[in-house]
């Protein structure tokens, strides 16, 4: 109820700026009354959202059946966002354009100029000339162009017009039923037997917020006619612990030729790493904790490990992934392929270096808002490995020797998702 009272609060004090910018900067949009209806009417939907919202907190109703109001919730919430940003740039392009566009001759009050009334003097009066014919002609037509103050309008309205879409559109894609792209990477050196290996990673699930078991069930019904060889989860399954054991039954019906393996998340210790172990040791999906297996593929030995979580550690994360994989891969390569399960793709520069030939991760989401494969965050972060296939290097000037796949994830907290589809990767192995 705590969170839903700061939700709420928050609200409030986001929409008094929009409101305050819809009346002092944007008074011509305000003086409409469709504006000021739409605005008191969102303002009734976003508050009734917060109230069906705490009510269904109080009486405990379970997440699957007020996911909708919780998602119409957050699109309150971002569209007040998405005004704050945009309503003063709006402002600010108005006032520019108006300084820059010089105002068009015909363009004006377009009153005539008052007729004189002071009185003619007496001997300014002479005889009026004969009348004379008169043909009326019409006035000159002006110009035709765009109206300036309708440019000007259409101008400003572009930025939030264009915010309030995209909150929208985000909302509605973050419900979509995650994708299943093919991910091809090419390996020098790889053996013939691991020619074509299939893995499929789920990761981020965070089954129990907006994911449920039904979700996970038709992604996987899907993914099992692509015949995955491997079944991999990078962490966050689960963030309702009652579901967990299902998901990793569901998980291992797809029939993996090679098995189903697991590394921690962040959630699993938050959650309640005990229970998450006892889950693990009675399903036959095997959790992998600094620690490999070596799995036989034709005459090819693939050599699978698991790197647990930081999840306590506050500050830098470099020594403890370079203790962890050092545990998980052993001091350097070993001729076999190697592949490193890492919740966080903070970890994979250390796998590197320890001679993983292939990093899975997940836990960025992919910021949940991307392009053409990528976050939109990328030029901001570029060694964040925010979303992706990353080309590794294991020392200075080295050659590029690993690869790292950052999935945008299976779930996510927040409902919001643009050019970032939730995903459920199929990575296939090719030779380089």
Not at 27 to 51: D, N
Not at 375 to 388: I, M
Request: overall charge positive.
């Amino acid at each position: 109820m705590r969170f839903v009272g700061t939700g709420l609060l928050l609200f409030v004090l986001l929409i008094v700026p929009v409101w305050a910018w819809l009346r002092y900067g944007h008074r011509t949009w305000w003086e409409q009354p469709a504006t000021r209806w739409a605005f008191f009417g969102f303002v009734g939907v976003g508050v009734s959202s917060y109230g069906a919202w705490a009510l269904a907190r109080y009486l405990q109703v379970s997440w699957e059946r007020v996911a909708w109001v919780s998602g119409l919730v957050s699109a309150c919430l971002l569209v007040v966002l998405a005004l704050n940003l945009t309503l003063p740039i709006s402002a600010a392009l108005r006032w520019i354009l108006h300084r820059l566009l010089p105002r068009h001759p015909h363009e004006g009050d377009g009153a005539a100029a008052p007729a004189s009334t002071a009185p003619v003097p007496a001997d300014a009066i002479v005889a009026s000339p004969p009348p004379v014919a008169v043909v009326a002609t019409s006035p000159a037509p002006a110009p035709r162009s765009w109206p300036r103050r309708q440019f000007l309008e259409l101008a400003a309205a572009s930025a939030p017009a264009t915010a309030l879409a995209a909150s929208f559109g985000g909302v509605a894609e973050s419900f979509s039923d995650p994708d299943i792209p093919r991910v091809e990477l090419a390996f020098a050196g790889l053996p013939a037997d691991l020619e074509g290996l299939r893995v499929l990673q789920l990761t981020d699930l965070h089954l129990g917020i907006y994911r449920q078991l039904d979700h996970l069930e038709r992604v996987l019904e899907r993914a099992a006619a692509m015949r995955p060889h491997l079944v991999v989860l990078t962490g966050d399954v689960a963030d309702d612990l009652d579901l967990l054991p299902d998901a990793l039954r569901l998980a291992e019906q797809v029939r993996p030729s090679l098995g189903a393996f697991a590394c921690l998340g962040n959630h699993e210790h938050y959650r309640g790493l005990r229970e998450v172990l006892r889950a693990h040791e009675r399903s036959g999906v095997d959790l992998l904790r600094d620690e490999q297996r070596i799995v036989r593929a034709g005459r090819s030995r693939l050599r699978i490990a698991g790197s647990d979580d930081p999840a306590r550690l506050h500050g830098s994360t470099s020594s403890y992934y370079a203790a962890s994989t050092r545990s998980a891969l052993g001091r350097g390569p070993s001729g076999d392929f190697s592949l490193l399960l890492c919740h966080r793709p903070a970890g994979a520069t250390a796998a590197a270096r320890r001679g993983a030939s292939l990093v899975l991760s997940g836990h960025t989401h992919g910021a949940q808002v991307g392009a053409a494969g990528r976050s939109a965050f990328e030029p901001v972060a570029p060694g964040a490995f925010l979303r992706g296939p990353y080309k590794l290097r294991s020392d200075d000037g080295g050659n590029a020797r690993a690869w790292l796949y950052t999935s945008s994830g299976f779930g996510h907290w927040l409902p919001f998702r643009l050019g970032c589809a939730a995903e459920a990767p199929l990575i296939e192995l090719r030779s380089a």
